[in-house]
């Protein structure tokens, strides 16, 4: 599922349920201290693109080794009726 702004509205909902849940209180509390929480612990998001292209920019893609070699096969000439 994309990230949609829907999405994250519902994600965003869906924590605040859980979080009214687990300590017991009404949802505007809920909401309340899921916003001091975040607000008070953001940390910058990075997008799966912004991601790859830094981890490209830096090298920091798996060093995949090359196959090893396939050995010559010798070829044999055969006549007919030899």
Known sequence: MGRS???RMFARLMSIAHLAEHQG???TDAREALRA???AHTSPTISRRQF???AAATGATPACPAPPPCAP?????TFAGA
């Open 5 to 7: 702004a829907a999405f």
């Open 37 to 39: 929480k975040t607000s």
């Open 73 to 77: 096969i010798p070829l044999r000439r």
């Open 25 to 27: 209180c009404s949802a």
């Open 52 to 54: 790859l292209l830094a």
